[in-house]
């Protein structure tokens, strides 16, 4: 059974940098066909998708959000991170981890994992 | 950063067909598969509709995928209770960054 489960901090001060963790298990991160992405939710509005990593290294991040986004992977540990700095109260999401199936299909995200609730405030 | 269209709401009674429609452009739907995502009340999203028209196991067929030119549809047919949730479309665009939909509300009244 593939599972993802996103965990990090509750509560984040303004311009401080969020680090969350994705850990997978049910598939290895060094399956070249397969990809992890991370994409998040402010309360009551759409889904952005904010990047994604694969096997290879390989990186793709959102246009608008680039400087301040990195993705990582430990594959021993099954775990993939994603760091954005200079947080600000707009930043308040869900954030959510999702398995890409097949390297190709780079939208193709299943499953999802349950979320994480990231809320900035001082 | 560009986004795909949606309209805010769409509703309907038990049993009938409700339409929801995805714009976008040649750089997103134009030339790549769209995919339809579902999120319950509460819940996470889960894949509805992947390459345009294709339903993953458990999904029932009352839900179908098109797609024409640089727009995508979602039907759904025979409409239920449980299907009162919001999806959304998404895309691949060219720029090399994923793109989601402005995300439609499904009513059943």
């Known amino acids: 059974q593939v599972t993802l489960k996103e965990s990090g901090p509750v509560l984040v001060k303004p311009t401080e940098t969020l680090t969350l963790t994705c850990t997978v298990s049910g598939f290895s991160l060094s399956n070249a066909r397969l990809g992890v992405s991370w994409i998040r939710q402010p309360p009551g509005k759409a889904l952005e998708w904010l990047a994604h990593i694969f096997s290879n290294d390989e990186k793709s991040y959102s246009t608008s959000l680039k400087s301040r986004l990195t993705i990582s992977k430990d594959t021993s540990k099954s775990q993939v991170v994603l760091t954005m700095t200079n947080m600000d109260p707009v930043d308040t999401a869900t954030y959510y981890c999702?398995?890409?199936?097949?390297?190709?299909?780079?939208?193709?995200?299943?499953?999802w994992g349950q979320g994480t609730l990231v809320t900035v405030s001082s | 950063q560009s986004v795909l269209t949606q309209p805010p709401s769409a509703s309907g009674t038990p049993g009938q067909r409700v339409t929801i429609s995805c714009s976008g452009s040649?750089?997103?739907?134009?030339?790549?598969?769209v995919y339809w995502y579902q999120q319950l009340p509460g819940t996470a999203p889960k894949l509805l509709i992947y390459?345009?028209?294709q339903r993953p196991s458990g999904v029932p067929d009352r839900f179908s995928g098109s797609k024409s030119g640089t727009s995508a549809s979602l039907a759904i047919s025979g409409l239920r209770s449980e299907d009162e949730a919001n999806y959304y479309c998404a895309a691949w665009d060219d720029s090399l960054s994923a793109l989601f939909g402005t995300g439609t509300k499904v009513t059943v009244l």
């Open positions: 390459r345009n028209n």
């Open positions: 040649s750089s997103n739907i134009g030339s790549n598969y």
């Open positions: 999702a398995r890409i199936p097949a390297r190709q299909w780079l939208v193709w995200f299943d499953p």
